[in-house]
């Protein structure tokens, strides 16, 4: 059986059996899609200096120590978004800085509930922001 080589082909071998698969090349077109979230002056407010990022992660032993046992208590949580699990915690002299997207309201409280268990509520500063759809609803 001859392909003709304009025709992109790819040859699946599953338990001895071959199959050929044609796609034709505009479905492996770049999207045009234009709807991309512009987060410019969110990036030039983290780079300003005057809000905490991961680079200021202190590298005290108890400051990693704390930050991991929040991590680890967020990622324990199966009913937090994926937002919800990658929220930045940033931990600074026994401070602790939660930033970033979640999903809801009741995933930020969440959230900063364990955060401010492990820490105590004293040292937790909330930072996190409802994600943009979750506020449209």
Known sequence: MKVPVSILASLAI?????SVVHAAASDY???TDKSAPDNSAQNARDRGGETMTPMDQSNKPQDVDLT???RQAVEADHELSTDGKNVKIITV?????LRGPVKTAEERHEIAGKASEIAGAHNVRDQMEIAREARSE
């Open 14 to 18: 599953v338990g001895g059996a071959v």
């Open 68 to 70: 991991r046992r929040i």
């Open 29 to 31: 077109m770049p999207s």
């Open 93 to 97: 002299d026994g401070v602790v800085w």
